[in-house]
């Protein structure tokens, strides 16, 4: 391993940002914090991107690693030990003022620091941590934080940093315990689900004491009730506690469903959302992980199983899917002559966020019959295309959960229908000026007991029709949750809600 | 008809609406314009309105007190719009307001209510975008200056928002435009400084920034763009072109001490 003891701060900079921008997540939603006197910075639930870079990703935080020096080996991972690549460290001190004179001018809102394994997970937390505190105690900063927990690191070590920082995050990476073994040796499942359990149940503790509503399933996460492990089946999802979806006909299941309330995920807030500035919590804005998207053959059934898990289970704020790029050679990796699965992981995206926001399970999704997503269409058409049964649904009478599973419209709209029908029965051109995308809805829709005139109701047909916008959506790929927070409703905002 | 010509500010448009609505003239015989942007037409008639600050209080209590925060916020965004119909609109809407009261922001399906709806919104996501895009420079003395273009008069919308998360710093965003700052100097309080006073910051604005932390800020920002996933078109459709030019990363290092 090449060291290089004397580079300037440019060089590590660009040493450490090149390796650190494979993890996908640069979010800084979910913690509302005033600023303060005699300090800099504060944040905002909902989040702000600041730039955005050659590959279209949203960049809102200094996204840097504390050394790409690592003990590991990790198959996919550019900075596996067994590269031959120039390895770097940054000082607490650089690190402490890049992130200050980067918030000055409005360059980023905050920190995500990651770092290689630098010979123990001991000694890497440590710096980690002394990092943190020298930022937050010497230089003031109140800004936003995302900080990764160093699997196999002491659990006091954690636990302290998690009071300096706003977001924490461990990397599942790869789906199942076989694919980890087989890419990542030095990891298992246990160590990399111990950290996030840790940190999932001082969330819960937290919120407790600060008298917040708990989620549901939380009291049982207290009392350790949930074990880490199910019996690991050929195929299926090995987290514990996924639950089998088997019951079909939606509209009384999503109203008497609880939970789907507009612009909250319906796995229930694990996070404090807005906090005082005056005292430190226990990574308030929540944690999240990273899955790497076709490294191994799982399918994307098997991939929304696993982040429903994560969600009901480990209470994370949000999963987010990382297409594989092939960085090094090796003969375990697959080839992918087409560049990296990014339609895959828009398609994963897309279906993330209808679990989190609009009620769907897995289950209703894919099953283990059709385990892979539609490329030519979002997994809400092709659901509705699949249970045409359902539809037309009327506009003015729908409950707001129904709402939501009409292709076109989305979590503000359907808040929008809601309460302009109040006032008078909606037309279809009313539709569009809430923001419905008509194009997409008129196939799914009546208003006061009519359809559209001359629209198909053959499967065939509107499937063709969906199709056709969609293919020139999908050239762009921009609408998925990795390139801009505008994750409104990662954290119900208020204004944007009511807009 | 009568048509109230108000000052281009929103205590100018909100004093407008106190006079229109005091005038009892019933609404259909009001109008409201802007002065300077009004088509003297036939058939009307002119009244000048003086930005009065007790009216236009008078007239945000009422807002937010009958109808909403969230409708006061739409019509304070509409007066910063530069559209030349924005009094009238914001008259218009207000009918509908003090009518329905605080449902009114929900029934976007009449055209007033859209109308102030969409102007509003139009406002927000300018101030939001530059929220995100505005880019401090560092100038003698540790000041931040921050030059900008905007359609829209954002500034009185940008600066709560800086002042919240720096309150130590001085620092100061100039509308080149509108040839008017926002100046911070320490604490949550601000203030405007326009006409002659802003001369000197004109020279400043539309220079490249050269300083220590723009150059490793550009090192970072070509570092963290994954190359196997390079994608212009989705670029630039959240970072439209015309914000670039005032964006530190977009600058170009060039001549001098450029980058080896
Ligand atoms: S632990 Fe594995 S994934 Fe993490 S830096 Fe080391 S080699 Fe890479």
């Given at each position: 391993m090449l060291i290089q003891e004397n580079l300037s701060t440019e060089e590590k900079l660009k040493i450490l940002t090149g390796a650190a921008r494979y993890d996908v997540a640069c979010t800084s939603s979910g913690v509302g914090r005033s600023g303060k006197e005699g300090s800099l910075g504060n944040s905002r639930p909902d989040g702000?991107?600041?730039?955005?870079?050659?590959?279209?990703?949203?960049?809102?935080?200094?996204?840097?690693?504390?050394?790409?020096?690592?003990?590991?080996?990790?198959?996919?991972?550019i900075n596996r030990r067994s590269n031959d690549t120039v390895r770097t460290a940054f000082t607490p001190d650089e690190i402490c003022r890049l992130t200050i004179e980067f918030y000055r001018r409005n360059y980023i809102e905050g920190l995500f620091l990651s770092s290689g394994v630098l010979d123990t997970p001991d000694y890497t937390m440590e710096q980690l941590y002394r990092t943190l505190y020298l930022l937050r105690n010497k230089y003031c900063f109140n800004g936003y934080i995302h900080v990764k927990a160093i699997p196999g690191a002491d659990p006091a070590l954690i636990e302290m940093t998690g009071f300096l920082a706003d977001r924490m995050s461990v990397n599942l990476e790869l789906p199942t315990a076989d694919g980890l073994k087989r890419l990542a040796p030095g990891k298992t499942r246990e160590k990399i689900l111990t950290p996030m359990r840790q940190i999932q149940l001082g969330i819960v503790r937290q919120m407790e004491k600060e008298g917040r509503?708990?989620?549901?399933?939380?009291?049982?996460?207290?009392?350790?009730?949930?074990?880490?492990?199910?019996?690991?089946?050929?195929?299926?999802?090995?987290?514990?506690?996924?639950?089998?979806n088997t019951r079909k006909n939606f509209p009384e299941r999503a109203v008497s469903r609880q939970g789907v309330i507009p612009g909250k995920s319906v796995y229930g807030?694990?996070?404090?959302?807005?906090?005082?500035?005056?005292?430190?919590?226990?990574?308030?804005?929540?944690?999240?992980?990273?899955?790497?998207?076709?490294?191994?053959?799982?399918?994307?059934?098997?991939?929304?199983?696993?982040?429903?898990?994560?969600?009901?289970?480990?209470?994370?704020?949000?999963?987010?899917?990382?297409a594989f790029i092939r960085v090094n050679d090796d003969s375990l990796l697959p080839e992918l002559p087409g560049g990296p699965p990014l339609l895959r992981e828009h398609r994963l995206y897309q279906a993330d966020w209808l679990m989190r926001y609009y009620g769907f399970q897995a289950g209703e999704l894919l099953d283990e019959r059709r385990p892979n997503f539609n490329i030519y269409l979002d997994p809400k058409c092709d659901w509705a295309l699949r249970n045409l049964?359902?539809?037309?649904?009327?506009?003015?009478?729908?409950?707001?959960?129904?709402?939501?599973?009409?292709p076109g419209i989305g979590v503000k709209s359907a808040m929008r229908i809601v309460s302009a029908r109040r006032q008078t029965a909606l037309r279809f051109e009313d539709l569009k000026k809430i923001g419905v995308v008509l194009k997409r809805a008129v196939y799914f829709i009546m208003c006061s007991g009519r359809m559209m005139e001359s629209v198909p109701i053959d499967e065939d047909a509107i499937a063709d029709r969906l199709i056709g916008a969609e293919r020139k959506k999908n050239l762009e790929l921009g609408g998925s949750g990795l390139y801009r927070q505008l994750s409104l409703f990662d954290d119900f905002h208020l204004e944007a809600v009511k807009k | 008809m009568m048509v109230f010509l108000c000052e281009n500010s929103p205590e100018g448009i909100f004093s407008g609406v106190y006079d229109a609505w005091m005038s009892r003239l019933g609404h259909k015989n009001v109008s409201?314009?802007?002065?300077?942007?009004?088509?003297?037409?036939?058939?009307?008639?002119?009244?000048?309105?003086?930005?009065?600050?007790?009216?236009?209080?008078?007239?945000?209590?009422?807002?937010?007190?009958?109808?909403?925060?969230?409708?006061?916020?739409?019509?304070?965004?509409?007066?910063?719009?530069?559209?030349?119909?924005?009094?009238?609109?914001?008259?218009?809407?207000?009918?509908?307001?003090?009518?329905?009261?605080?449902?009114?922001?929900?029934?976007?399906?009449?055209?007033?209510?859209?109308?102030?709806?969409?102007?509003?919104?139009?406002?927000?996501?300018?101030?939001?975008?530059l929220m995100e895009f505005v880019r401090f420079e560092e100038l003698a003395g540790g000041i931040l200056f921050a030059p900008i273009n905007p359609k829209n008069d954002v500034t009185a919308l940008l600066m709560p928002h800086f002042c919240d998360r720096m309150p130590e710093e001085r620092f100061i965003i100039y509308d080149e435009k509108r040839?008017?700052?926002?100046?911070?100097?320490?604490?949550?309080?601000?203030?405007?400084?326009?006409?002659?006073?802003?001369?000197?910051?004109?020279?400043?604005?539309?220079?490249?920034?050269r300083g220590e932390y723009a150059v490793l800020w550009r090192a970072f920002f070509s570092s963290i763009a994954v190359p196997e996933r390079k994608n212009p078109v989705c670029q630039r459709s959240h970072l439209p072109l015309h914000f670039r030019s005032r964006m530190t990363e977009f600058q170009q290092q060039a001549d001098g001490k450029s980058g080896k």
């Open positions: 702000i991107c600041h730039s955005f870079a050659a590959d279209g990703r949203c960049i809102s935080l200094l996204k840097i690693l504390f050394t790409n020096q690592c003990i590991y080996d990790c198959r996919y991972c509503q708990l989620p549901p399933g939380a009291s049982s996460v207290l009392k350790e009730g949930i074990p880490f492990f199910s019996q690991e089946k050929e195929g299926r999802a090995s987290l514990p506690g996924v639950r089998g807030g694990f996070g404090m959302g807005r906090i005082s500035n005056r005292r430190s919590y226990f990574v308030p804005a929540g944690q999240s992980t990273q899955l790497i998207v076709g490294a191994t053959s799982e399918s994307d059934y098997h991939m929304m199983r696993v982040a429903e898990a994560l969600y009901q289970n480990f209470g994370l704020k949000r999963v987010f899917y990382s049964a359902l539809f037309p649904v009327e506009i003015n009478r729908a409950p707001y959960e129904v709402l939501l599973r009409v | 409201l314009a802007v002065q300077g942007e009004y088509n003297y037409t036939l058939f009307s008639q002119c009244r000048e309105v003086e930005a009065c600050s007790w009216k236009a209080e008078k007239v945000v209590k009422a807002v937010r007190e009958k109808i909403s925060e969230l409708a006061y916020s739409w019509i304070y965004r509409c007066a910063l719009s530069p559209e030349p119909g924005r009094a009238d609109v914001i008259y218009r809407f207000l009918i509908y307001g003090f009518h329905i009261g605080s449902g009114v922001t929900g029934y976007l399906q009449i055209p007033e209510v859209h109308g102030a709806f969409a102007m509003n919104r139009a406002v927000a996501d300018e101030a939001h975008l040839k008017r700052a926002g100046v911070h100097t320490g604490g949550r309080e601000w203030y405007f400084v326009s006409g002659e006073e802003t001369r000197p910051l004109s020279e400043l604005a539309g220079k490249t920034d």
